[in-house]
C-alpha cells in the first residue's frame, strides 16, 4: 500500500559487542525522546507458551548476546533528536533510521498475540478470546497499533495492582492509555467515569476501535494530548480518585508533582514502566505510601497514595 503510515524507529546495534554494557545507558537517553515501544530484535528462545506468557516458567536467561533494538517513536522529529543525542553519547554503536510499515507491525503483531493473564484480567485479542475465563475479567485487545496487548510485563503489572484496587463507582484516568487496555479493565471493574489520554492519535483511534468490541464496556472518554498539558482536567472532572500511569521511569519522575495534582487527596496512582534500578528515584519523585509493589523479572509496578506520603 502507497500510503500506508510508517512508523519513524531506530534501530540500535551493538557489533559483536555485549548489550549489557550499553543496555542502562541506552534506556535512560531514550526516555528524554518519549519512546513509544522498544522492540527487542535480539532471538530469544520460546517458552512453552509462546511469546511472554505469565502462566508458564519464565524462559531461562539468555545467554549474553550483543544488543539489538528498534526503538519507535510518535514523530520522525523525535527519533531524529534521539539519534543525535545517542551518536553523541554512544558514539560505537550502530544507528539506523527506519520507517516501519504500519502492515509489517501488524501483521508481526498478530502472529505473536495470544491471551495473556494478568491478576483479574484476561488480555485477549479477537481470534484468542477464552471460551471459560473463570472468574477472571477478559479484556479484548485487537493488536493493532497501540502499546498494551498484555505482553509487556509493564501492563500485567499494572493489571495486577488494579486487581488489588477497589474502583467501585470510582473516576479514573489512564495516562498513556496507549491501546485502552488499562482503562477498559477499569470499567469493567466497576468504575463509574474513565477518562483515557494519549498523545498518539492512532493509538487512541485503535483503542476505540478495541472498546466496541468489549460489549460490556460503558463510555470511556477518549483524548488525544500530552497529560503535561494544562486545562484538560478542569473540564474532565479531576482530580481523580484513581490514576493509572504505566509510562517510563523518565516521565513518572520528571512529571511527578503534575501527576500528583491529578489525583484526589485519599485516590490512588497504578503505575509501572521502570525497573528496580529506578524504583528508589520514581518512588522519592512522586512522594506517595507505597501501598503494594508488584514485580515481574526487573520490571516494578506499584500501588501508591490513599492518603498523600510526604
Ligand atoms: N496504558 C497502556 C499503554 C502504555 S505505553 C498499557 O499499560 O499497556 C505508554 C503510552 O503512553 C503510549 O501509548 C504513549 O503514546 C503514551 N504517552 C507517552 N507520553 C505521553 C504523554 N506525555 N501524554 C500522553 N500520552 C503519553
Known sequence: MADAKAWPALLITSGDKLASAYEDLISALLDDFSPTAVQDLTELPLPPGGLWDPTYPAPPEPPPSPLRWRVFFSSADDRDRAERALRAAQPDLEYRAEAISDDDWAARSQRAFTAVTAGDFIVAPPWDIPTSPGNRTVVVIDPSRGFGTGHHASTRLCLRALSETDVTGAQVLDLGTGS???????????????????????????????????????????????????????????????????????????????????????????????????????????????????????????????????
Do not use: Y
Open 180 to 310: 485502552g487496555v488499562l482503562a477498559m479493565a477499569a470499567t469493567l471493574k466497576g468504575a463509574r467515569e474513565v477518562l483515557a489520554i494519549d498523545v498518539d492519535t492512532d493509538a487512541i483511534d485503535s483503542a476505540r476501535q478495541s472498546a466496541a468490541l468489549n460489549p460490556r464496556v460503558p463510555a470511556i472518554h477518549w483524548l488525544i494530548g500530552d497529560f503535561r498539558d494544562r486545562g484538560w482536567e478542569a473540564l474532565s472532572g479531576g482530580p481523580f480518585d484513581t490514576v493509572l500511569a504505566n509510562l517510563t521511569g523518565g516521565m513518572l519522575i520528571s512529571s511527578a508533582a503534575r501527576i500528583r495534582d491529578l489525583i484526589k487527596p485519599e485516590g490512588v496512582l497504578i503505575c509501572s514502566g521502570f525497573d528496580e534500578q529506578e524504583r528508589p528515584n520514581v518512588e522519592a519523585a512522586l512522594g506517595l505510601n507505597v501501598r503494594a509493589a508488584f514485580t515481574e523479572e526487573t520490571w516494578v509496578g506499584l500501588l501508591l497514595g490513599g492518603g498523600r506520603g510526604l
